[in-house]
């Protein structure tokens, strides 16, 4: 377990390196070019008598804003410590607001600074000079004010919650807003842009093919420069694409839990189909999957309910054996190949989901309450769907419900790959209805504050918090 802890540790220290000398290198590459486009087209003559100067300046406003406003944040915690989002109400409720705002803002500014300069290659004067100055400017407020509202639930729901004594979490106290503002990102940041800047692109393609026709190198450079346009707005809105992904799938350490529950849950239900009915594999597969057959389903979430509990359970016991007996070595308790999986395996998923490594559930009642009501119904459904024929050949032992050890092995294999492929294509096709799955704790009153001790009374929650100290600190030491 240390290396493994010295491995997340590694792997952090990656993340605040790269941070650090990409994170600079960004912001001052990109502030110098922005401060640099402001002078330009604010002092010189010939470039600010024209509107289309004032949508480039607001366009590189938008962009100092986006950049520094949103990375800012992450190189002072990484090089003082302070976390800013975490300990500032006001810097809570501010900065996404302003980062995206200003991010779609400097994205649709520079889709009006393409617009000016399609205007200005028609041959109609009344459509060059559509767009004044007041009017650009009247546009520019505009947009502005209309991102900012846009964005507005953010700071109005974005607040410190305190998990513990001693610790504060900048999140959104309203679920909704976070799959809002993701939405709205993905169409202002990303889509838009990009459709608006193709469709400028064609049309400019298209008049200098109409008065250009003999000087193709000009059309060859304009081309090139609306493409280079549009791949870098598609190449920006990766990241805010990237957010939106069902964090549910991002989690192989909880997936590969369910996997292993789920094989278990169906194994258990087709013996009983197989014990009750006196039925072969293949008579208990094609009975149990079969699409009309509902009690196979009821079996399964009966079991399913029993198999978390149980679960929970033992994850209490062993939790008990650690860190309040002690009798249990926490370094054999942690091994993911020992004989004690499910403590190790939800101690890994809740250390990865606390430290942030992946998104999860935080608690032992918010994960079993997360699989039992919410993943696990929509992975049996998918798993009758995926489900193929099988062809087990069968000894005459099996007939009479007893399966052979050879033909339990095979109908685990089959299982494995049935639920494997059953949650590869949620992951792929179904990433709506994972969304809006409440997966991550919301850190409020209907999470147990005390994580895992809520099963233990007063006097032993003082022991293992104790111990948990003392046992980590070790364990890390050797």
């Not at 790269?18 to 470039?47: E, R």
């Not at 346009?229 to 192989?252: C, R, T």
């Not at 054996?321 to 395996?345: M, R, W």
Request: neutral net charge.
């Amino acid at each position: 377990m240390s290396s493994d802890i010295d491995r997340a540790l590694y792997i952090f220290s990656i993340s605040d390196d790269l941070y650090i000398t990409f994170g600079l290198f960004v912001i001052i590459i990109t502030t110098i070019g922005n401060l640099c486009n402001c002078f330009v087209f604010f002092y010189i003559p010939p470039l600010n008598k024209h509107p289309n100067a004032l949508f480039l300046i607001s366009t590189s406003i938008g962009s100092l804003l986006f950049i520094n406003t949103g990375l800012w944040t992450i190189i002072i915690r990484i090089l003082t410590g302070i976390d800013y989002m975490n300990r500032s109400l006001f810097w809570c409720k501010t900065n996404a607001w302003l980062t995206y705002s200003g991010g779609c803002f400097s994205f649709m500014c520079n889709c009006f600074a393409g617009f000016c300069q399609f205007l200005i290659l028609l041959p109609n004067t009344e459509w060059q000079r559509l767009i004044t100055r007041t009017r650009a400017k009247l546009i520019i407020i505009s947009i502005a004010i209309i991102y900012l509202l846009i964005f507005i639930p953010i700071p109005i729901y974005n607040t410190n919650f305190q998990p513990s004594s001693a610790t504060y979490v900048c999140k959104s106290s309203l679920q909704i807003i976070n799959a809002y503002s993701n939405y709205w990102i993905i169409i202002g940041y990303y889509f838009m842009p990009a459709l608006l800047t193709l469709l400028l692109f064609t049309l400019i393609w298209y008049n200098f093919q109409q008065f250009l026709r003999r000087r193709h190198c000009i059309e060859g450079v304009v081309t090139r420069m609306m493409l280079i346009q549009m791949s870098s707005i598609l190449i920006s809105g990766i990241p805010a694409a990237e957010e939106i992904v069902a964090p549910i799938s991002k989690n192989e350490m909880y997936l590969d839990y369910v996997k292993q529950a789920t094989v278990g849950i169906l194994m258990g239900a087709l013996r009983v189909v197989a014990t009750q009915q006196k039925l072969t594999p293949n008579e208990s597969l094609a009975v149990f999957f079969h699409p009309s057959n509902t009690d196979s389903l009821n079996i399964m979430n009966d079991l399913l309910r029993k198999y978390i509990q149980t679960c929970c359970d033992e994850f209490c016991w062993i939790y008990d054996d650690v860190y309040i007996k002690t009798t249990i070595p926490l370094k054999e308790a942690l091994d993911l190949n020992g004989h004690h999986y499910i403590f190790s395996q939800f101690n890994k998923i809740f250390q990865n989901s606390r430290s942030n490594l992946t998104p999860g559930p935080k608690h032992l009642n918010c994960l079993a309450a997360c699989t039992a009501i919410n993943y696990m119904p929509l992975l049996f459904s998918t798993i009758f769907t995926q489900n193929k024929e099988h062809c087990i050949v069968g000894t005459r032992s099996s007939h009479d419900g007893n399966w052979s050890e050879a033909e339990k092995n095979v109908v685990r294999v089959i299982l494995q790959e049935l639920v494997q492929k059953s949650i590869d294509w949620l992951n792929i096709n179904k990433q709506e209805e994972l969304k809006k799955m409440p997966f991550v704790c919301q850190e409020d009153d209907s999470c147990n504050q005390n994580w895992d001790l809520f099963n233990f009374s007063q006097n032993k929650q003082v022991i293992a918090v104790a111990n948990i100290k003392k046992l980590w600190s070790e364990l890390e030491q050797n």
